[in-house]
């Protein structure tokens, strides 16, 4: 095998590479932010100015945080609340909680502690 062929399978490779990647990262969007207050009752809200639909999400902390539930409100008004009672370090994600099929999510509502002053919360939804 030559160089010109290494380098064209080479480049083969890395472009299958890459387009798997870009092809995953499209099925998940980002459905808001928020921030986890040290410790409180009431949810961390996030009202999304359009319905954003998803069949499945997944929470990942920026910071350490205690993650408890997350109330989902769909665009029809029915809620549903999704439980998850367990600790996330920084960078640390959750796995997929389905909602059965795909919804439009209008708002998110997150529960939980931050082992700080406060931790960041990233929502993420499949759009499969």
């Given at each position: ?60 902390a920026e910071r350490n945080l205690n993650l408890e539930k997350i109330i989902v409100t769909f665009n029809n008004g029915s809620t549903k609340t999704i439980s998850f009672y367990r600790d996330l370090k920084k960078d640390q994600e ?35």
């Amino acid at each position: 095998m030559n160089i010109k062929q290494l380098v064209a399978k080479l480049l083969v490779t890395t472009s299958l590479l890459v387009t798997a990647c870009l092809a995953q990262a499209d099925d998940q969007i980002t459905l808001g932010r928020t921030i986890l207050l040290g410790a409180g009752d009431h949810g961390a809200k996030i009202p999304l100015l359009i319905c954003r639909k998803a069949d499945a999400l997944k929470v990942r902390a920026e910071r350490n945080l205690n993650l408890e539930k997350i109330i989902v409100t769909f665009n029809n008004g029915s809620t549903k609340t999704i439980s998850f009672y367990r600790d996330l370090k920084k960078d640390q994600e959750t796995q997929w909680r389905g909602f059965g099929y795909k919804r439009c999510v209008k708002k998110l509502e997150v529960f939980g502690n931050s082992d700080g002053s406060r931790a960041g919360v990233k929502v993420l939804g499949r759009k499969d």
